[in-house]
């Protein structure tokens, strides 16, 4: 059993659209986060989200972290080819090892 | 500043063989993790590093050993190669061990073919 589940797994979209992928639990987190990672390299954080309700802004990209803090969403306006990746979430229960969902695979085309 | 860096990137073995994979941690960081990335899934905590001590261990048999050095920097071992171990292996530094929302930087990867 998954313990982070994300969705779509899959999803390619054109330049310009906007797009929302979500990783959900039915476990509560102590803290979220989100990474990209890209061909042949490791995942960059982009973002921990540690309130729920808590709503984070990195450019295009809005992050929230659900109210009961089992879930988030990551929100993409205006998609760029340069967003194309995986998308992976990854939560934390107190100080045990982060938990990784199985990732979003994104795919912008020009 | 350089990050995390990982060697080799790439690596072919044999069932039953062994493997070392290698780490250097991102400067002024002292915890290493390491983490199976398989085909198409999440990454995987393997274990983690600090003060040259396991501390913490996830779920994945014994033939899985690790190592860290008085500079910080990591060593996996794996034994007894399986099929199944072919995957992406990631080393993330850290500075301390987990605590709330502590951040990880990963390094590249080591790229595992396992035939």
């Known amino acids: 059993t998954q313990l982070l589940e994300q969705s779509p797994q899959f999803l390619s979209i054109q330049e310009g659209e906007n797009l929302t992928v979500y990783c959900n639990s039915s476990?509560?987190?102590?803290?979220l986060q989100w990474y990209r990672q890209e061909p042949g390299e490791g995942p960059v954080l982009l973002v921990t989200v540690v309130t729920g309700g808590e709503v984070k802004k990195l450019k295009r990209l809005t992050f929230q972290f659900g109210d009961a803090r089992k879930d988030s969403s990551l929100h993409i306006t205006a998609a760029q080819t340069g967003d194309t990746g995986l998308y992976l979430c990854a939560g934390r229960r107190g100080n045990t090892p982060l938990v990784f969902g199985k990732g979003t695979r994104l795919s912008v085309i020009a | 500043d350089a990050g995390v860096t990982q060697s080799p990137t790439h690596l072919i073995k044999t069932r039953g063989q062994q493997v070392t994979l290698r780490c250097s941690p991102k400067s002024g960081h002292d915890t290493v993790s390491w983490y199976q990335q398989a085909l198409g899934q999440g990454p995987q905590f393997i274990f983690q590093y600090y003060e040259e001590e396991e501390r913490q261990r996830g779920n994945f048999p014994d033939r899985f050993s690790g190592h860290q050095f008085p500079n910080y920097s990591s060593e996996l071992n794996v034994n007894a190669l399986l099929l199944g171990d072919s995957a992406l292996y990631l080393c993330?530094?850290?500075?301390?061990?987990?605590?709330?929302?502590?951040?990880?930087?990963f390094g590249p990867g080591t790229r595992l073919t396992v035939t």
């Open positions: 476990s509560v987190f102590s803290s």
């Open positions: 993330a530094s850290s500075l301390g061990v987990w605590q709330g929302a502590g951040e990880q930087y």
